[in-house]
């Protein structure tokens, strides 16, 4: 992600249109950087930097994105995916807390029928 902050914003001496292009803003939410991303053909193309990278870029709140530093981006680049994380534990944490107050130790297990 930090790469591609330096290549968007031109920090890095990498020409931005070796790699990406910018996506037609009309219509779309977030910010204002986001990419485009091309149909990929081939399993080579998927897995490519350029084109794995685009989805979680565009994913970025326009704070992140439009910070002027390379290590403000990356402080607030940690903060979001500490929370993130932080989410997904609540999430995992409150799904035992539901089954506990139900009295079960795990949810049941689909039972098989005889026939």
């Known amino acids: 992600m930090i790469q591609v902050f330096r290549i968007v914003h ?3 001496d990498i020409s931005m ?3 990406f292009t910018f996506a037609d803003n009309s219509g779309t ?3 204002n950087l986001k990419l485009f ?3 990929a053909r ?3 193309r998927q897995i ?3 084109n794995r990278i685009v989805s979680t870029w565009n994913n970025l709140p326009r704070e992140l994105v439009n910070t ?3 290590n403000a981006f990356k402080a607030g680049l940690d903060k979001l995916w500490k929370n993130k994380r932080r ?3 609540y999430r995992r944490s409150s799904l035992k807390g539901f089954t506990s107050l139900l009295g079960l130790k795990k949810f049941p297990r689909r039972q098989k029928v005889d026939k």
């Open 17 to 19: 249109t070796t790699f």
């Open 42 to 44: 081939k399993s080579l």
């Open 37 to 39: 991303k091309p149909k």
């Open 48 to 50: 490519s930097f350029s």
């Open 10 to 12: 031109n920090i890095d």
């Open 87 to 89: 989410r997904r534990t």
């Open 29 to 31: 939410r977030g910010h």
């Open 68 to 70: 002027t530093s390379v």
